[in-house]
Every structure is written in structure tokens, then in C-alpha cells.
């Protein structure tokens, strides 16, 4: 059986100089640095970075591939529209929790996620499946017990949506999880502005009882209520600018 290559300390180095870069240059493109702007050439980069002009053409090689740039002949490399982004890569999300909140930005997660996770929940309440179940009910504790030590209760409620994605039992949809995660973070950025607002446990109570119960159209319209009340805030708050 051969061997597994060892990593060599250069390579791995090379690899930090890389992902280092392609985070920088990402942030960048994504929060708007380039708009308007010409996108440096690999020349540039790598002397305004102080790193190699390998490290630089594969950190664009990965920063085209995410959708983020586009190479043509005699056009050199240049910044592409948001609409060619992978809205799915986990590095994109990230990105776009650094740019200037967006009430748009927020209505459009709130828009995908009215289309999936109330689908979700429904199917975790016709699969009935124990285990899954029980993770979505550890979600819901941990989002009490946030609330009762007055602590940020956002990862227990990021936990608990992740959990009914997973518990539907259909991998596509287990996929959403980065943008859930993203748009749940960017939903509490607006609210937090909001006196009062929270996200409400017994909401969240009536779609565990419902996934619970094997109920699958309670759990659908439980969850969907969820989402279209952030939906009626954003809504609000557009009428307002």
C-alpha cells in the first residue's frame, strides 16, 4: 500500500500564503474595494502583498472559480457582477456578513429561505426520524437556555435551523445550512437594532411540537411563520428609508 506524500513545510507554507490571500483579496472584492476600479494585475499583487507570483495566480485561479473574477485575453482579470457570485460558498457568505448591512440583502435571505425551510421542516416532520429529532430539540434547549442566562442566543438558534435542515433527511437541502447560517446572522444585525426583538421561543416551540407530533403541514406553516415575520420587519423597514 504506498505511502501517503508527507507535506512539506514549504508547501504548507505556501498553501497559508494562499488562502491568506484569497481571503484578503475576497474581502475586498466583496465589500466593494474594486467597484468601479481596475482589479491589480498578478504583478501588482504579488509585489503589493510581498508573496510569489505562483501564490498569487492560484489565489486568483480560486477567487475565478468562486465567480468572483474573470480572465480574458488583452482584458487582463477583472472583477465580476454580484449576480455571477457562488452565493453558496461558505467563503462568499463570509464575506458578505463584512459588507454594509443591506435591507435588500436580507430580504433576499429571508425570500430563499421562505422556500426551503418550511419545506424542510415538513419533511422532518413526515420522516420521524428519532435521532434527527432529538437534535433539533437540543437546538431548541440551547436557545432557552441563552435566553434564560441572558446570553446571545444566535448559535443555539443557528443550531436549531441547521438541525430541522438535517432532520428533513434530504441531503439537498443540508446544503442550505452556510446560507441559513449567513442570512441568520445578517437577520440578527437588523434586529438587534430593533428594542425587544428576539428570536421568539414559542415560534420556534410550535415547530419542534410539530416535527414532534409527525404533523408535517403544522411544522411547514410553524416555520414559515418564523420567516415571514422577519420578512414583515424588513418590509416595514424599507417603507421607511
Given at each position: ?175 442550505f445550512r452556510d446560507v441559513v447560517a449567513t442570512a ?38 410553524a416555520m414559515a411563520a418564523i420567516i415571514a415575520d ?12
Amino acid at each position: 500500500m504506498a505511502q501517503p506524500t508527507p507535506v512539506r513545510a514549504s508547501d504548507a507554507h505556501a498553501r497559508n500564503l494562499t488562502f491568506g490571500m484569497l481571503d484578503a483579496l475576497g474581502r475586498a472584492i466583496v465589500t466593494g474595494r474594486y467597484d468601479g476600479a481596475r482589479f491589480p494585475t498578478e504583478a501588482e499583487l504579488a509585489t503589493d502583498h510581498m508573496v510569489s507570483r505562483s501564490v498569487t495566480r492560484e489565489a486568483v485561479k480560486m477567487l475565478t472559480a468562486k465567480g468572483l473574477l474573470t480572465a480574458r485575453p488583452r482584458r487582463g482579470t477583472t472583477v465580476q457582477p454580484a449576480s455571477s457570485w457562488n452565493l453558496f460558498d461558505p467563503d462568499v457568505l463570509r464575506w458578505l456578513l463584512e459588507r454594509k448591512f443591506s435591507l435588500e440583502l436580507l430580504r433576499q435571505f429571508s425570500e430563499l429561505r421562505i422556500a426551503i425551510e418550511p419545506a424542510a421542516a415538513a419533511l422532518a416532520a413526515r420522516a420521524g426520524n428519532d435521532s434527527a429529532t432529538a437534535r433539533v430539540a437540543e437546538g431548541f434547549r440551547r436557545m432557552e437556555a441563552a435566553e434564560a442566562a441572558g446570553e446571545d442566543p444566535l448559535e443555539a438558534d443557528i443550531a436549531f435551523h441547521v438541525a430541522v435542515l438535517e432532520a428533513s433527511g434530504n441531503p439537498f437541502y443540508l446544503q442550505f445550512r452556510d446560507v441559513v447560517a449567513t442570512a441568520l446572522r445578517t437577520s440578527i444585525r437588523f434586529t438587534n437594532g430593533l428594542e425587544g426583538r428576539t428570536a421568539s421561543l414559542p415560534a420556534h416551540r410550535a415547530v419542534l411540537a410539530a416535527i414532534e407530533a409527525g404533523k408535517p403541514e403544522r411544522a411547514r406553516a410553524a416555520m414559515a411563520a418564523i420567516i415571514a415575520d422577519v420578512m414583515a420587519l424588513v418590509t416595514e423597514a424599507e417603507g421607511q428609508v
